[in-house]
Each structure stands twice: as C-alpha cells, then as structure tokens.
C-alpha cells in the first residue's frame, strides 16, 4: 500500500525546471531533464526519477563537475553515423539530440548511429528508445559508468553498470522496452534500500574479501572508496552465467569509449589524482533502425506484438497470475500514477525543500 503523498506531475514538473534554470540550464534543456526524470518515475523506475534530482544532477552542477549549458559538438559525421562530444554538458540534453539525429539519419537511409563521448548521466536508457519506438523504428542505446562491476573471478570495481537498452514498436498500447543493467544490481537502487533503511539482497555485492556485502549505506561506501564491486548478470563465477553479463558488459565499455575515442573503466571514477572530484566524461551509443525499410512499418509491429501476446498467454507456474513481457509493468504504473501523480517519500521531500530554498523558488509543496 503506498503510502508517501502523491504530488502533481505538473508541480513536480515546474519545479525541477525551474531549479534547473536557476543552476544555470537553458529553460529548453531543463525542459528536457525535467521529462526525462519524471519519465523515470511514471514507469515506477524510481532508482532514476526524482530521487536523483538533486545529488546527481543539481549538486554536480554545483560541485563544478557538470556544465549546465550543453555544447553538443558533432566532430565526425557520415549520412548514416556521427560522433559527437558533449563538453561535460547535461546527459539528458545530450541523449535527446543524439537520438533524435539517428532516428533522422534512419529516416533517410534506414539506419542511424551516433557515438557519444564527454557526456553525463543521461537518466533511464529507455527514455531515448521511446522516442525511437514512436517513430515506428527500433531503438537500442548503452552507456558506460563509473566503475561498480568485477570481473567474473574478479573482486575489483571496473565496470559500470552499462545498461544495453532495446525499444521495439508494436501493435499494442504500449511498446516492448527491456532497459536492464549488465550487473544484477544498479548503484541507483542500491541508494533507493540505503534511503528506506532497507538491506541490499545477499549475493549481489562482493566485497574486496570475496565476502557477500548487504548493508546498502556500506556498500555505497566501499563501491566509491573500491572495496565493493557489483556482481555482473548471473552472480559470482561461472556457475550461474556470470561471465554472460560481465561479457555484456564489456560490450557497452567498448561500443561506449572505442567508436568515439572516449574514456573507459578506471577513466570513468569522477575522482582526481589529488582525490578532487572531476567530470565523469561518459560515453554512450544510440542507434534507430526504421522497421518501413525492411517489411513495412505496420507487419513489424504486428509480428512483434503477436510473439509478446503468445508469450504472455503461455502456461504459468503454479501460483502465478500472469506472465509479463519488457515494458508491460512500466505500463501498467503509468496508468496507476498518469492522474495520481508522483509519490514523493520524505527523504527526496527534505532534498526538495533544501533545493527550493537555496535557490529562493516561490514554490510551494502539498507535503510541507
């Protein structure tokens, strides 16, 4: 039963880019970052939505280490691809323009990818493939990190958490979305048990003793300071296909830093020599492929929703209701909460309050 209040999209919404503003955000950008976060927490990812408003965007603009104006600059560019630097600008920003030139370059000659390098966090992957998706086009996107995952046979952080996202258009209300992390568990929830007093789940941390770590505060702790690592997809070892989501992994590290000469692994920490704090220069990838140059916009969204409707109609274990299919429960939250709102629990309450007082907003919020 939920229980944190529920405040209006529209509030939350002009809050967050009016904070932006005040940081120095361009008022279309902010609108930008403002959607792409609130998107997060309208399909129930609240790991990405308004819990990271402030300590990953507003306190990093602050802090020196991510520039509030964007300088999007395309160094090399082909009819189907492009490279492009972001300057330490807003990932969000970044992502939105980059995806957008794909799916141009898609519309034009089938296929589009553009390269990313000396970017930002860029919020939930899927964000990026919607806006594929809803130009009838598959879209895929990935993003390097600061390091969290080991190896397999490894107790080291070395890897992000690079999510490998797939959007695919269907025939549906809603299209098919698998947005996932190549480790089991992502820093962002890991932060979401540390702020509701909970415990990380046993088996998805590693300690740099090869201990299993669930004391969600220490873990954040250790991830940053090196003695933690996350656990790549499949868990410790080989036993359980571990090596799949650290080979994934290692996938996203290279599409992520090799096509556009951008940083990779140890890179990636947002931590000087002299221990200063210092951008964290991410790279990513998008690319929109436009299903009308292969059999035709509307065959492709019917195939793909006839497979998704034959796997959800398939026989269930016992004791369970219903199959699901990616990007049907963030479907289903977004009818629950589309009128609602976004819950707003008391920790992201008190960092809202801080940030409108900070920056003198004549805002004012149903919780306080």
Not at 42 to 52: F, L
Not at 272 to 277: A, D, I, L, M
Request: hydrophobic letters at 35%; one cysteine or more; proline letters at 4%.
């Amino acid at each position: 039963m939920e229980t944190r209040p529920y405040v209006s999209w529209e509030l939350i919404g002009d809050f967050m880019t009016a904070a932006f503003v005040k940081v120095g955000v361009p008022l279309e950008d902010a609108k930008i970052c403002t959607d792409v976060l609130l998107e997060s927490d309208r399909r129930g990812i609240e790991s990405h939505g308004c819990n990271r408003f402030k300590p990953i965007y507003i306190d990093r603009i602050n802090d020196g280490i991510q520039n509030p104006v964007t300088e999007f600059e395309v160094i090399r560019e082909t009819p189907t691809t492009a490279v492009v630097d972001g300057h330490d600008g807003m990932g969000m920003v970044i992502g939105y323009k980059a995806m957008n030139m794909a799916i141009e370059k898609a519309k034009k000659y089938g296929m589009g990818m553009v390269a990313v390098r000396n970017s930002t966090h860029y919020g939930i992957a899927g964000y990026y493939n919607t806006m594929a998706t809803k130009e009838n086009m598959i879209g895929i996107t990935g993003t390097n990190a600061r390091p969290s995952i080991a190896p397999t046979f490894g107790v080291e952080n070395m890897l992000g958490t690079n999510p490998l996202a797939f959007g695919l258009p269907t025939d549906e209300d809603f299209s098919f979305q698998l947005d996932c992390a190549t480790s089991i568990m992502q820093r962002g929830k890991i932060e979401v048990y540390a702020r509701t007093g909970k415990e990380t789940p046993k088996g998805t941390v590693v300690g740099s003793d090869g201990s299993s770590l669930t004391d969600s505060v220490d873990i954040l702790k250790k991830l940053s300071s090196g003695e933690a690592a996350l656990a790549p997809l499949g868990g410790i070892g080989e036993e359980l296909g571990g090596y799949k989501g650290y080979g994934y992994a290692t996938v996203v590290e290279v599409l992520s830093a090799a096509l556009q000469a951008g940083n990779y692994l140890s890179m990636l920490s947002g931590i000087g020599e002299n221990n200063e704090k210092v951008p964290y220069r991410l790279g990513h990838f998008f690319i929109a492929i436009d299903t009308e140059a292969f059999v035709g916009a509307e065959s492709f969204k019917k195939t793909t929703g006839d497979i998704l409707r034959q796997l959800r109609a398939s026989k269930k274990a016992p004791g369970e209701d219903r199959i699901y299919t990616a990007g049907e429960k963030e479907y289903l939250v977004y009818l629950e909460r589309k009128d609602k709102g976004v819950p707003i629990g008391e920790s992201v309450q008190k960092e809202f309050i801080a940030v409108r007082d900070s920056l003198n907003l004549d805002i004012r919020f149903p919780f306080e």
